[in-house]
């Protein structure tokens, strides 16, 4: 308070006016300043009500480093969800304003901290379609906005981004796939997109989709080694909406491989989508606490697999903790191992794979270990056990092998 007191003055009498993130509501505003709200809205509140104007950044939702959806191919980023459908509802003018209050409010800001999203795409990414929202709740009466006519044109939109060369995430049209594997060895598929927008067409022999294929409107049932496509379609156009196709094709992979975002945190703070630095070809993103690096793949159907593979990868353990790290778990080998253990992460463990093949490799890198027979399904808790928390290893992806399946 002090500091900006002074400082507040110093600019003033430059013909300058003082904006500051919300901390400066700390010991009480200097006379012409604004805040910038970003713990939540209630600092662009306090100052509004204090006859201080105010831009409104709450980290929910428009801080645009956290990701867009849970998909396991999601840029990096922060673990918690920031969709493009809670940037549009995000209410500019504070209900809990008077009217004169409310116009202190003078913007709203999209934020992207780039510690994490690294490069130009990955930040195109991130921004678009997003910014879009921005823009209609920071331009438009509340009147004027709808949340399904905004969906109707976010359609051109993106393909306007698309001709433009703009690397954009799809996330609200684009198909995903939720598969079960049956009693009787079939497969049930659901499919669905986030926003619910669009007439879902596909086919199960790998043909290309087309306005003439199957509509989807309730689960698919298919055999190993058929090849879904899907996609939405507009109904307004009845033209293929950009980027929500879906590809898959019935496999080991397909039904068993659980990527980093598919799998349960055991620990949920702090969690952040990570990628090695520079990055590579494949460019994977791991999503992990990066203090208790552990994961659960929910009910694993052990009755079947004999083998077990995870690809994991090395960062640099680069964090300045507030409190202390939680102590190191006792290791095996000289540069530790994923501990695979049965039911709970105090369960037995039943596979150790050991990072030493791994160590100063970049890119995912695949482990295996043999896995002993189970009957039915079970959790499994995979922990990193490391003798320092520099490197950081976390998992890209983990799959389980039948008889037949060969890894390297």
């Known amino acids: 308070s002090y500091f900006i007191q002074r400082i507040d003055k110093f600019i003033t009498a430059h013909g300058r006016h003082t904006i500051g993130w919300d901390e400066i509501l700390q010991g009480g505003l200097a006379p012409g300043a604004a805040v910038m709200s970003w713990h939540g809205v209630q600092g662009g509140i306090d100052a509004a009500r204090q006859g201080h104007d105010a831009v409104l950044t709450p980290t929910r939702p428009l801080y645009f480093n956290y990701r867009q959806s849970d998909a396991?191919?999601?840029a990096p980023g922060r673990w918690a969800l920031n969709p493009l459908s809670d940037v549009y509802?995000?209410?500019p003018a504070p209900e809990s304003l008077t009217p004169a209050q409310r116009d202190h409010i003078i913007g709203v800001q999209g934020s992207l901290w780039s510690e994490y999203v690294i490069t130009p795409d990955r930040v195109q990414w991130m921004v678009f379609p997003r910014s879009a929202a921005?823009?209609?709740i920071g331009w438009s009466a509340p009147a004027n906005r709808n949340w399904n006519d905004f969906l109707t044109r976010m359609v051109a939109e993106n393909h306007r981004f698309k001709t433009l060369g703009i690397n954009f995430d799809p996330a609200i049209y684009r198909v995903r796939a939720a598969e079960?594997?049956?009693a009787d060895s079939t497969i049930q598929v659901t499919l669905t997109n986030q926003s619910g927008y669009g007439t879902i067409r596909y086919t199960t022999n790998g043909v290309a989709v087309s306005k003439s294929s199957s509509t989807?409107?309730?689960p698919i049932t298919l055999k190993t080694?058929?090849?879904l496509r899907a996609t939405a379609f507009d109904p307004q156009s009845n033209l293929q909406i950009d980027g929500s196709s879906l590809d898959l094709t019935m496999n080991e992979q397909t039904l068993y491989r659980r990527y980093s975002p598919e799998l349960q945190l055991c620990a949920t703070s702090p969690v952040i989508g990570m990628e090695q630095d520079p990055p590579h070809a494949a460019r994977p993103v791991s999503l992990a606490n990066y203090t208790n690096p552990c994961w659960i793949y929910k009910q694993a159907d052990l009755s079947r697999a004999h083998s077990i593979t995870?690809?994991?990868m090395s960062l640099p353990y680069l964090y300045s903790e507030r409190n202390a790290p939680p102590p190191l778990a006792p290791v095996r080998t000289l540069s530790g191992e994923l501990e695979v253990h049965l039911d709970s992460c105090s369960g037995a463990v039943i596979a150790y794979l050991p990072f030493a093949p791994a160590v100063g490799r970049t890119g995912a890198i695949e482990l295996n270990a043999q896995l002993p027979p189970q009957q039915d399904s079970h959790d499994l808790c995979l922990k990193v056990a490391r003798p320092a928390?520099?490197?950081?290893?976390?998992i890209d992806w983990v799959q389980l092998n039948a008889a037949s399946t060969t890894s390297h």
């Open 89 to 91: 509802n995000f209410n």
């Open 180 to 182: 079960k594997v049956l």
């Open 310 to 312: 995870a690809a994991v």
């Open 389 to 394: 928390y520099n490197p950081l290893w976390v």
């Open 134 to 136: 921005l823009a209609e």
């Open 72 to 74: 396991a191919d999601e």
């Open 216 to 218: 989807y409107s309730q």
């Open 225 to 227: 080694n058929d090849h």
